[in-house]
């Protein structure tokens, strides 16, 4: 058997990325990673054995076990809607809307929650102008306050996306955020009967799949996973991207491995969301970034992670938020079709990923659950900038002693000055804490906020 460059077979080093042995070959001649032009179209087996294709676009779709009905493997997620003057832009989701589902997206994940209760109106008015048979819709019950814990409010919650999103039955629900402790999940889903409600909706026909998103504790991960017997998960949504994969364990969380790993053995389909890791994974160091143009120099940075995620036979979609037209199009050409990460190129992502981990840079993904701040902190806005600086190797910033201590301060700070309104600075941060318990990453906001104001502080 063939040995890669660190001796490791070609079988062990896909198993131990996740990947079974025949997915390294192309999509196309396997069942699970189908490629179609349209979903339904299926055409015969040509003389060699190959799927044929017909039709204009060439969007690769998994089947999902349940029902049957196949996904595409790029899902649109609609918590980054394209926005103008801090509303969303209408017309432009209905356009990127129009170009997803004709180039063979069919698959749209939306809350309750996102961009403050408005992102299932204007999904639903996208979507609506299309025949309901052409996209599943995605949602969940996000009944984070405590009026919406009660079963009567978490039901309000549940008719209320129907109507904004304009539709009789619901495709794909989720219990959104599955990642507190585990008096948070009983108190949100089991005493207050919302699961049991949920199961008899699905029964019902109301909703035709029904899963959970997890962010946060994997106690409570497994202790959802010990329950499958009874509720029978349909599909589990979860964060995974190659950075994630050995380097996401925290406190409390575990490496994406270990999560998709499990849903695997158990035949539950996983959702992925953050495929980018908040962006993070689009934006690499340079030196990381080299090393993918230099093998692949077509192709997009971004493109190297969606095509990791989607390598992966167990993943039914992966998410991406595509907030302008540009990166809607990159997106599906990644995916139509997708061309599966070999071996070798599982290798170099995974020396990329050491490389990455190893920067101290803020697990934030931009997710904006922590917001808004009472005190008008941007906390994303903030992390981000934070993170570029030490991408750029700007920081972390040399001893004082050092010749060019000072002018590296000044610049981090006067650069910080023009990305951030004053009004939305980290030094407005009261550590009340406010934020922690709504972080999925479960980073410490305020310490590193902290952080931030110190540095700024040092230009003098």
Same mark, same amino acid.
């Given at each position: 058997?063939?040995?890669?460059?660190?001796?490791?077979?070609?079988?062990?080093?896909?198993?131990?990325?996740?990947?079974?042995?025949?997915?390294?070959?192309?999509?196309?001649?396997?069942?699970?990673?189908?490629?179609?032009?349209?979903?339904?179209?299926?055409?015969?087996?040509?003389?060699?054995?190959?799927?044929?294709?017909?039709?204009?676009?060439?969007?690769?779709?998994?089947?999902?076990?349940?029902?049957?009905?196949?996904?595409?493997?790029?899902?649109?997620?609609?918590?980054?809607?394209?926005?103008?003057?801090?509303?969303?832009?209408?017309?432009?989701?209905?356009?990127?809307?129009?170009?997803?589902?004709?180039?063979?997206?069919?698959?749209?994940?939306?809350?309750?929650?996102?961009?403050?209760?408005?992102?299932?109106?204007?999904?639903?008015?996208?979507?609506?102008?299309?025949?309901?048979?052409?996209?599943?819709?995605?949602?969940?019950?996000?009944?984070?306050?405590?009026?919406?814990?009660?079963?009567?409010?978490?039901?309000?919650?549940?008719?209320?996306?129907?109507?904004?999103?304009?539709?009789?039955?619901?495709?794909?629900?989720?219990?959104?955020?599955?990642?507190?402790?585990?008096?948070?999940?009983?108190?949100?889903?089991?005493?207050?009967?919302?699961?049991?409600?949920?199961?008899?909706?699905?029964?019902?026909?109301?909703?035709?799949?029904?899963?959970?998103?997890?962010?946060?504790?994997?106690?409570?991960?497994?202790?959802?996973?010990?329950?499958?017997?009874?509720?029978?998960?349909?599909?589990?949504?979860?964060?995974?991207?190659?950075?994630?994969?050995?380097?996401?364990?925290?406190?409390?969380?575990?490496?994406?491995?270990?999560?998709?790993?499990?849903?695997?053995?158990?035949?539950?389909?996983?959702?992925?969301?953050?495929?980018?890791?908040?962006?993070?994974?689009?934006?690499?160091?340079?030196?990381?970034?080299?090393?993918?143009?230099?093998?692949? &120099? #077509?192709? =997009?940075?971004?493109?190297? @992670?969606? %095509?990791?995620?989607?390598?992966?036979?167990?993943?039914?979609? *992966?998410?991406?938020?595509?907030?302008?037209?540009?990166?809607?199009?990159?997106?599906?050409?990644?995916?139509?079709?997708?061309?599966?990460?070999?071996?070798?190129?599982?290798?170099?992502?995974?020396?990329?990923?050491?490389?990455?981990?190893?920067?101290?840079?803020?697990?934030?993904?931009?997710?904006?659950?922590?917001?808004?701040?009472?005190?008008?902190?941007?906390?994303?806005?903030?992390?981000?900038?934070?993170?570029?600086?030490?991408?750029?190797?700007?920081?972390?910033? &040399? #001893?004082? =002693?050092?010749?060019?201590? @000072?002018? %590296?301060?000044?610049?981090?700070?006067?650069?910080?000055?023009? *990305?951030?309104?004053?009004?939305?600075?980290?030094?407005?941060?009261?550590?009340?804490?406010?934020?922690?318990?709504?972080?999925?990453?479960?980073?410490?906001?305020?310490?590193?906020?902290?952080?931030?104001?110190?540095?700024?502080?040092?230009?003098?």
């Amino acid at each position: 058997m063939k040995k890669d460059n660190q001796g490791v077979s070609r079988r062990d080093f896909l198993r131990r990325m996740g990947l079974g042995a025949g997915v390294a070959v192309a999509s196309i001649v396997l069942d699970p990673l189908e490629t179609f032009a349209d979903p339904g179209k299926r055409k015969k087996k040509g003389a060699e054995g190959e799927k044929v294709v017909a039709g204009q676009n060439h969007m690769t779709y998994r089947v999902q076990h349940g029902s049957g009905e196949q996904i595409s493997l790029l899902g649109y997620g609609m918590m980054r809607l394209p926005s103008r003057d801090r509303q969303i832009d209408q017309d432009m989701v209905n356009q990127e809307v129009d170009y997803a589902l004709a180039h063979g997206v069919n698959y749209f994940d939306t809350s309750p929650v996102y961009h403050g209760g408005q992102s299932e109106v204007a999904m639903g008015i996208a979507l609506s102008r299309h025949p309901r048979e052409s996209y599943k819709v995605a949602t969940k019950m996000s009944n984070f306050d405590r009026r919406s814990q009660t079963l009567e409010g978490s039901k309000r919650m549940y008719e209320e996306s129907f109507r904004k999103l304009q539709v009789d039955y619901i495709d794909y629900y989720l219990l959104h955020s599955v990642a507190g402790s585990m008096d948070d999940f009983e108190n949100r889903f089991i005493k207050n009967g919302v699961l049991d409600f949920l199961l008899e909706e699905r029964k019902a026909g109301r909703i035709r799949h029904l899963g959970f998103s997890h962010h946060g504790d994997v106690r409570v991960f497994d202790h959802l996973l010990a329950m499958n017997d009874k509720v029978k998960w349909d599909f589990v949504q979860i964060q995974m991207n190659y950075l994630d994969w050995r380097h996401g364990k925290s406190s409390r969380n575990t490496d994406a491995e270990y999560l998709y790993d499990k849903l695997d053995k158990l035949g539950i389909q996983a959702v992925i969301m953050e495929p980018l890791r908040g962006g993070r994974l689009a934006n690499l160091p340079e030196e990381s970034a080299k090393l993918l143009r230099e093998r692949r &120099p #077509d192709d =997009s940075i971004a493109s190297w @992670a969606f %095509r990791w995620v989607g390598s992966h036979p167990n993943v039914l979609t *992966a998410l991406s938020g595509m907030t302008t037209m540009e990166v809607l199009q990159e997106n599906v050409r990644t995916f139509s079709p997708l061309d599966t990460c070999t071996a070798e190129e599982n290798a170099l992502l995974e020396r990329v990923a050491d490389s990455v981990a190893g920067f101290p840079t803020v697990p934030c993904t931009a997710c904006a659950y922590c917001m808004p701040c009472p005190y008008g902190v941007d906390i994303p806005g903030n992390f981000a900038y934070y993170n570029k600086a030490i991408d750029s190797h700007l920081l972390p910033l &040399p #001893d004082k =002693s050092a010749s060019d201590y @000072a002018e %590296r301060a000044k610049q981090f700070a006067d650069g910080y000055s023009e *990305a951030i309104p004053k009004e939305n600075w980290a030094a407005r941060c009261a550590d009340c804490e406010a934020c922690m318990p709504k972080c999925p990453q479960q980073i410490r906001i305020p310490n590193q906020l902290g952080r931030i104001v110190e540095l700024v502080r040092r230009k003098s």
